[in-house]
């Protein structure tokens, strides 16, 4: 079994900063792309930004230039640096990874944790 656990969030003053985590672990042989998505209240879950193995990146425009994504593959974690954050960065940040076990590669979503910007 794999799990994806998240740490860090909290809250903010608008113009602030936070760093998320998330660490995979379980029986795995290789991660591939790790994602961030948010959910705000009332709205549907959105992608944010994703990594690939090789470290390449690609974010929403929303967020590009503000938020910095990272990952370390030796320990299977992706971390997501957010500068500048704004009130409508306010949601549920959720980890999304492609994960290679034993049974093949599947989808893995940690439990989300909340960031929330105001003043």
């Known amino acids: 079994q794999v799990q994806l656990v998240e740490s860090g969030g909290g809250l903010v003053q608008p113009g602030g900063s936070l760093r998320v985590s998330c660490a995979a672990s379980g029986s795995i042989i290789r991660v591939d792309t790790m994602a961030w998505y948010r959910q705000a209240p009332g709205k549907q879950r959105e992608w944010v930004v994703q990594?690939?193995?090789?470290?390449?990146?690609n974010y929403d425009d929303s967020v590009k230039g503000r938020f910095t994504i990272s990952r370390v593959n030796a320990n299977n974690t992706v971390n997501l640096q957010m500068n500048t954050l704004k009130p409508e960065d306010t949601a549920v940040y959720y980890c999304?990874?492609?994960?290679?076990?034993?049974?093949?590669?599947?989808?893995?979503w940690g439990q989300g944790t909340q960031v929330t910007v105001s003043s």
């Open positions: 999304n990874a492609d994960v290679w076990g034993r049974r093949g590669r599947r989808n893995y």
């Open positions: 990594i690939n193995s090789d470290g390449i990146a």
